[in-house]
T-cell receptor, first 115, second 113 residues
């Protein structure tokens, strides 16, 4: 089945220790998104790629970076995690570049704990 | 700027009872409207969406939603809920003006046996 896969599902890191979350997709979609979701809150878009074109949301902290080496994979790097970065991180994809209308397909998420 | 309000943080419904989850939006033109469901510990899945045409939209898992322009609402309904419907439900609104998708804060559905 075509799907969006996130690894690891649970990640524990120490305050200030860099961490990388990964996402892969077998849907061959052009667009990949990274969301941050804190408990009982709506997903918050951090950035998205249309193919290799990177689009950063204005309020995404510089501490968050992303890489998309090819169509299938996308990585979220948190350079110096703080306690406030503990959250669920969701990866999503869509076929075309219309975030306002396209169905987004989500992975199961990575829950990040910062000690 | 568009916005989405889901007035109910939690809703508790008995298994087999009907369900209505509220969603109100603020946007000047006809919005693109979505309902997503998030089961515990999982990502989100699209239930249904409305762009134009028939204002009553059928989705997966027996859900439907009705777009009411006069009330700026897009409420989600199900005639008879099952225990497996326990999840968090998110309404989202897209606009032509900025290609953004704006998410509501979510409603957590609790099913009583």
């Amino acid at each position: 089945d075509a799907m969006v896969i996130q690894n690891p599902r649970y990640q524990v890191t120490q305050f200030g220790k860099p961490v990388t979350l990964s996402c892969s997709q077998t849907l061959n979609h052009n667009v990949m998104y990274w969301y941050q979701q804190k408990s009982s809150q709506a997903p918050k878009l951090l950035f998205h790629y249309y193919d290799k074109d990177f689009n950063n949301e204005a309020d995404t902290p510089d501490n968050f970076q992303s890489r998309r080496p090819n169509t299938s994979f996308c990585f979220l790097d948190i350079r110096s995690p703080g306690l406030g970065d503990a959250a669920m991180y969701l990866c999503a994809t869509s076929r075309a570049y219309f975030p306002n209308t396209d169905t987004q397909y989500f992975g199961p998420g990575t829950r990040l704990t910062v000690l | 700027a568009q916005s989405v309000t889901q007035p109910d943080i939690h809703i508790t419904v008995s298994e087999g009872a009907s369900l209505e989850l509220r969603c109100n939006y603020s946007y000047g033109a006809t919005p693109y409207l979505f309902w997503y469901v998030q089961s515990p510990g999982q990502g989100l899945q699209l239930l249904l969406k409305y762009f134009s045409g028939d204002t009553l939209v059928q989705g997966i898992k027996g859900f439907e939603a009705e777009f009411k322009r006069s009330q700026s609402s897009f409420n989600l309904r199900k005639p008879s809920v099952h225990w497996s419907d326990a999840a968090e439900y998110f309404c989202a609104v897209g606009a032509d003006s900025n290609y953004q998708l704006i998410w509501g804060a979510g409603t957590k559905l609790i099913i009583k046996p």
